[in-house]
């Protein structure tokens, strides 16, 4: 669960999944301040693990694209189209598409050429990031003045491939104002979701993605104990964080992480007040690194000196309803009975009913985005698929919490694939509140 919507966050146009980290990484943080000699000595015996990322190639791209062509005919859909940096475009053509007010927008169709839509003093550019992808053979480039109708000029490009009355998905995440200005212009088209195209590609990951996430997870776990070894009483939420971007700086991804204490514990995306740390506080730290686009997304929680009775008891009732989860999930499965199998095991054990101490769903699907279909929740979200099931390859946050107000909340978070006879985590399990790190290899 993270603080923030999602980790990959990128200014303007990008090509690819390769941006170079910025803020994220140090902020203040200067290249001799990251010298092992200035590090905390578990810090600066971090390995560097970025050599171990392998790019995506043009021909996987295709290979999506192929899939996605495949979808909009079984959802009978003619064209998608993917606008203002989305994740999808990315995903598709190695491409975030964001010029603020200014339309760009990738148009794929089924059975058509596929063509970008984008301002005319962009084309240079945009000819330049299409060149090494998998549309360099294939896209034209639609262009536009700035007195000119992006929407209309969408609309011709889509008449001139035969679809002047065809169905048109639009990406889930594309801004109002676009997708309102489309239907208007183009009062013609019937204008759906893309959601079936676009998820339904994205959920299912391929052995190179769960690759570049099984790498994110390793780095940031390895992140994390770092710095729960660094920590001292009085350290600051703030000089935790800045520790934190020290460390992914130094295994050399682009990461980061909220951390909470004490009584903020109980809150599940914490708070930004300033908190202190004191011996005996206890913890939670969460959000996670960016591997070649895909992100991990893991909490731990433990404490700085001996933990409580009370503490070690939520504990291991958190564990096994993480645990129940792993059970729970496996290829036919609908979401939702995942979600129920973690929140009786904390019902039962006094901490209910329903959402009154698990406040939250179990989880979430990681890819792209931090959070993305599908989701372990009865009635799912956004009302495409309210009962989706689980299929092999298949990503998503496993990560069952109790959160007593005023006092304390303990939440696990691991990353967990689905595989054809079951599920596995991607990081080895919290063993226990006492050695939190102690199964970290």
Request: hydrophobic share 40%; charged share 20%; aromatic share 8%.
């Amino acid at each position: 669960m993270s603080i923030h919507s999602t980790i990959s966050r990128r200014g303007f146009l990008s090509a690819g999944g390769a941006v170079a980290a910025t803020a994220v990484f140090a902020g203040a943080q200067t290249a001799s301040d990251n010298s092992a000699s200035s590090l905390p000595p578990a810090i600066a015996a971090l390995p560097v693990l970025s050599g171990q990322a392998k790019p995506f190639t043009a021909a996987e791209r295709r290979s999506r694209i192929a899939r996605a062509k495949e979808l909009m005919t079984a959802a009978r859909i003619d064209a998608v189209v993917l606008a203002n940096n989305t994740s999808s475009s990315s995903y598709f053509a190695g491409l975030r598409l964001d010029g603020g007010e200014r339309l760009w927008a990738l148009v794929i169709s089924a059975h058509a050429k596929p063509f970008l839509v984008c301002p005319a003093f962009e084309e240079g550019r945009a000819r330049e990031l299409l060149q090494d992808g998998p549309l360099s053979q294939d896209a034209d480039v639609l262009v536009w003045q700035e007195d000119e109708s992006p929407f209309a000029l969408l609309g011709v490009g889509l008449k001139d491939r035969g679809l002047s009355s065809g169905t048109i998905g639009l990406d889930e995440n594309m801004k109002f104002v676009f997708s309102d200005s489309i239907r208007a212009a183009n009062p013609h088209l019937n204008l759906v979701s893309a959601t079936p195209v676009t998820a339904g590609c994205r959920m299912i990951k391929d052995a190179h993605e769960i690759e570049c996430m099984r790498l994110a997870c390793r780095a940031t776990l390895l992140v994390y104990r770092a710095v729960a070894q660094s920590l001292q009483p009085g350290m600051t939420t703030a000089d935790v964080e800045s520790l934190v971007a020290r460390a992914y700086r130094r295994v050399g991804f682009e990461g980061e992480a909220s951390l909470n204490v004490d009584e903020f514990t109980a809150l599940p995306h914490g708070s930004s007040q300033p908190q202190t740390l004191r011996e005996g506080s206890i913890l939670m730290l969460d959000d996670g690194c960016v591997v070649e686009g895909y992100t991990s997304d893991i909490t731990r929680t433990f404490v700085l000196g001996k933990p409580t009775d009370k503490m070690k008891s939520v504990f291991d009732i958190v564990q096994r309803a993480q645990s129940a989860a792993i059970r729970a999930a496996r290829p036919g499965v609908p979401t939702g009975d995942v979600d129920a199998a973690a929140r009786k095991i904390i019902v039962d054990s006094g901490y209910g009913p329903g959402f009154t101490y698990f406040t939250h769903r179990l989880g979430h699907g990681i890819g792209l985005d931090m959070h993305e279909w599908p989701y372990f929740v009865k009635n799912n979200m956004f009302g495409w698929d309210q009962s989706p099931h689980l299929a092999a390859n298949m990503v998503l946050s496993d990560e069952p919490g109790i959160y007593i107000r005023g006092e304390f909340g303990i939440r696990l978070e691991d990353d967990l694939l689905i595989t054809e006879s079951g599920s596995k985590l991607l990081t080895p399990q919290c063993p226990s509140l006492d050695d939190p790190f102690g199964n970290v290899g």
